[in-house]
């Protein structure tokens, strides 16, 4: 039986589920990936920051865990506060970590352009 607290809790947290309601667990090679990410682009996408980055999923694992590993879901962002600016948070979460930015590749782009970066 499905602990039902555990459950909304762990879907509140943006957790994938499978049928028998347990969060679905990462994939072993996600360091692997997340390194060969971050070799090929260690700046951050829209302010070129290389402090505090993250491997952001344009399409969260939450909602699609079969995109996890796919390097073409995958956009390096940081947590620097770089010219005031949380990127990671404010481009690729719209201001908070429950939404996602379907856009966020364009609105990165956008946002160097906009800081002259």
């Not at 028998?20 to 682009?41: E, I, P, Q, T």
């Not at 996408?45 to 079969?66: L, M, N, R, Y």
């Not at 404010?90 to 856009?103: A, E, K």
Request: glycine share 8%.
């Amino acid at each position: 039986m499905i602990d039902f607290a555990k459950h909304l809790k762990d879907r509140f947290q943006g957790k994938n589920l499978g049928e028998d309601g347990k969060a679905k667990r990462r994939s072993g090679k996600w360091r692997k990936v997340r390194k060969a990410h971050l070799k090929k682009y260690p700046r951050c996408a829209v302010c070129g920051s290389t402090k505090k980055i993250e491997v952001h999923h344009q399409i969260p694992f939450s909602i699609d865990p079969e995109l996890e590993l796919d390097e073409l879901n995958l956009i390096t962002l940081c947590e620097n506060k770089r010219y005031g600016l949380n990127c990671h948070l404010l481009i690729g979460h719209l201001g908070s970590y429950r939404r996602f930015n379907p856009t966020v590749e364009v609105d990165a782009v956008t946002w160097k352009r906009k800081i002259g970066k």
